[in-house]
């Protein structure tokens, strides 16, 4: 039906239609490449990694970047690992046991008034009849007046007896003590039957630091660990001073020293 020239025309067409070229084919007929030569030369440029690199923006960016792509994150990333930053902090200190404690008393305790200058220890005139070493107690004025020479004397404030306890006469001194115990009078405990039958002298006994028994009286001259109470009217009847004062008079006056109260 055909003749030779174009039986050889078709079979070119169909051959270059299939990608087929006999001059291209006689070319490598002799050495023909193997499948598994394609295969390694996909290997040596793996086309995953180029592709991801490439799609890198279609990977969402942070993290999933990070993860997938071959690039260290941008420093603006949000899961940049960036150096910790340290403050500086004042040390805490842990309070002590006492420090505690004073806070907490102090927080529960009600503020006391502050000790009045006006019963500072102080040198004044005084006109007076009584001789020198002689104590004399002005009960409505609350002062303690130790009688010096040349028309002066030593003037203390005190606190003294509250209504119905005040009292005058004249006394002596006939015993003292350092940090006196304490045994309060069948009269107090009468009164105050939540007191303490018995206290050792120190810091919290409320004869404090010193005393000055008066006659064979329960009165005494004695120091005090409340000085807000001194110049009211607070006591019993005895007459009570500051601890710093009341040792500074019991360094002054002996046993038989005269004692005026009025």
């Given at each position: ?83 910790p930053a340290y403050e500086q902090r004042p040390e805490y200190i842990a309070p002590t046991a006492p420090q505690l404690m004073q806070e907490q008393e102090a927080a529960i305790e009600p503020a006391r008034p502050a000790f009045d200058p006006r019963f500072e220890k102080q040198l004044v005139d005084y006109h ?135």
């Amino acid at each position: 039906m055909f003749n030779k020239t174009t039986l050889a025309l078709l079979t070119s067409v169909s051959c270059l239609a299939a990608g087929y070229h006999p001059a291209i084919a006689d070319d490598f007929s002799s050495e023909p490449e193997p499948a598994v030569i394609y295969a390694t030369q996909r290997q040596v440029a793996p086309a995953p990694v180029r592709i991801a690199h490439a799609d890198r923006s279609n990977l969402g960016g942070g993290f999933i970047e990070f993860l997938f792509g071959d690039a260290p994150p941008p420093p603006s990333s949000r899961y940049y690992q960036r150096e910790p930053a340290y403050e500086q902090r004042p040390e805490y200190i842990a309070p002590t046991a006492p420090q505690l404690m004073q806070e907490q008393e102090a927080a529960i305790e009600p503020a006391r008034p502050a000790f009045d200058p006006r019963f500072e220890k102080q040198l004044v005139d005084y006109h007076g009849g009584e001789k020198a070493g002689t104590i004399v107690i002005d009960t409505p004025n609350k002062f303690l007046y130790l009688v010096q020479s040349d028309g002066k004397a030593l003037r203390y404030g005190v606190g003294v007896g509250r209504p119905g306890f005040t009292w005058s006469g004249v006394k002596t001194i006939t015993a003292k003590r350092e940090w006196p115990a304490w045994t309060p009078p069948k009269e107090m405990l009468a009164r105050r039957p939540d007191l303490p039958r018995h206290m050792e002298g120190g810091p919290q006994n409320p004869l404090g630091a010193r005393a000055m028994y008066l006659g064979s009286s329960l009165y005494r001259i004695h120091g005090s660990n409340e000085p807000w109470t001194i110049g009211t009217n607070v006591s019993s009847g005895c007459i009570r001073m500051r601890n710093e004062d009341v040792i500074d008079l019991y360094g002054r006056v002996g046993v038989g020293t005269k004692v005026v109260v009025i």
